[in-house]
């Protein structure tokens, strides 16, 4: 079981979704995706390679949020912009590609922001699960 790299002492839960994994924190909301499942997740979206070669790893003097370390080899991610659309969404990324780390509504905003078609498995999916009803609402105005 992974160890949450915000939380840090608790333990992520492994939820299935087509066949992906996903680590999940209750604690945090955050999301930690293997290498090649956000690829996977996107699959089909028309946006995927759009979306994985707009990844812009900053420089430290660009970030001023906390390093945090892999659940895998906890050596200290890398701070990656995701241009999403009309959102940038900075996320923790593997130096050694173990993976990609995204708090809490990070995900859903990449996903949302690639997959027009609200009733998508992949995006009900998260909508259900990860948002809260506040951000349910707001998603849906």
Not at 59 to 84: F, G, H, Q, T, Y
Request: aromatic share 6%; charged share 35%; glycine share 6%.
């Amino acid at each position: 079981m992974l160890r949450c790299p915000v939380c840090v002492k608790t333990d992520m839960a492994v939820l299935e979704l087509h066949e992906i994994e996903i680590d999940y924190c209750f604690s945090c909301a955050g999301i930690w995706l293997d290498e090649g499942e956000l690829e996977l997740l996107l699959e089909g979206s028309g946006k995927k390679e759009e979306i994985v070669s707009s990844f812009k790893e900053l420089k430290d003097c660009e970030c001023s949020e906390a390093k945090r370390p892999c659940p895998i080899c906890d050596k200290k991610m890398l701070k990656v912009e995701i241009n999403a659309g009309d959102k940038v969404i900075l996320i923790d990324k593997c130096g050694k590609n173990h993976g990609l780390w995204f708090d809490h509504g990070e995900l859903f905003d990449v996903i949302n922001s690639s997959i027009k078609d609200h009733d998508n498995p992949v995006l009900s999916f998260l909508r259900d699960i990860f948002l809260s009803k506040n951000n349910k609402q707001e998603e849906t105005q």
